[in-house]
């Protein structure tokens, strides 16, 4: 099955409309783990909530339909499919548009800076900064990423992983952090990360489109695109990454934690680049993962 709408008889409760005109969208698949902190930390803020998931097998289902949320079940073809699909299937009736992972949480100076800015209407999209957290503890590691737009203006570029939105007119920052609680443990963090490891490798394998524009001096983004597509081809490249993580980002200053997080974000481009040479030597590529969660 590629589609599926929760009926009225699947699901009697309505979103209790929020006092912000936002209609915040996720996608899922087993975020179970994940799903009553989100739609709690978006009760009585949001006006509307969606859910795009994947046909789960855990209780994420049962959680959002309990807190209200509008679920639409559709099978995974890829992060910029789904999130196309979501823009262009649901019935979206506020004005903004919020694309949120469900480990991700907003603060209260973020919902009151947003809340500022939609009343302002001075702009088509919003800049916010993400701050992550990994086993429990903040790190000094905070990306400036595109999540806010007026409803209908934007689309994604069509990718199967590291998806991009795309919003003409004018952008603007948002005060406030968007914290980004990456997997509950190492456990899941170790499997979700093979799973993206095994994406970006069948993009480099078939030499398929990036999220954007690999250029070395252009955006932030950009440069993170150049990174992937070259980062093979450095000298020391390990090495150096896992200085450029641990000294030159600052994670030195999250003690044990940080030098961790330093040293397992290096071994997952190893993992990349790794099956990317073992599907050269087979010559074809694996099996799609099924994955999905944003991975910015």
Not at 24 to 35: K, P
Not at 86 to 92: E, V
Not at 219 to 235: A, G
């Amino acid at each position: 099955m590629d589609y599926r709408e929760v009926t009225t008889e699947d699901q009697t409760k309505s979103w209790s409309t929020g006092c912000v005109p936002v209609a915040v969208i996720m996608i899922s698949l087993n975020e179970g783990h994940n799903m009553r902190d989100v739609l709690e930390n978006l009760k009585g803020w949001a006006q509307e909530v969606f859910l795009v998931d994947s046909f789960s097998s855990d209780d994420t289902l049962e959680i959002a339909k309990e807190y209200g949320v509008k679920v639409i079940q559709n099978s995974f073809k890829g992060f910029g499919d789904q999130w196309n699909f979501a823009l262009s299937q649901l019935p979206i009736a506020s004005p903004w548009t919020m694309k949120l992972d469900p480990d991700e949480r907003l603060t209260e100076a973020l919902k009151e800076n947003i809340q500022v800015e939609i009343q302002s209407n001075k702009s088509n999209g919003m800049i916010i900064k993400r701050h992550l957290f990994f086993m429990g503890e903040i790190l000094p590691i905070r990306q400036n990423i595109l999540r806010i737009w007026k409803t209908g203006s934007c689309h994604f570029t069509d990718v199967s992983v590291n998806e991009h939105p795309i919003v003409e007119g004018k952008k603007i920052h948002i005060d406030g952090d968007l914290e980004h609680h990456d997997s509950p443990d190492l456990d899941h963090w170790f499997e979700k990360q093979n799973r993206y490891s095994t994406y970006e490798a069948i993009i480099a394998y078939s030499d398929a489109n990036l999220a954007d524009r690999p250029v070395l001096l252009g955006t932030t983004f950009q440069r993170r695109m150049w990174l992937k597509k070259n980062f093979s081809k450095l000298p020391f490249r390990f090495i150096l990454l896992f200085v450029y993580y641990y000294l030159v980002k600052g994670l030195w200053r999250s003690g044990r934690v940080g030098y961790i997080w330093s040293r397992l974000r290096v071994d997952v481009m190893r993992y990349r680049e790794y099956k990317y040479f073992e599907m050269k030597n087979l010559g074809h590529i694996y099996s799609r993962p099924h994955i999905h969660k944003s991975k910015e």
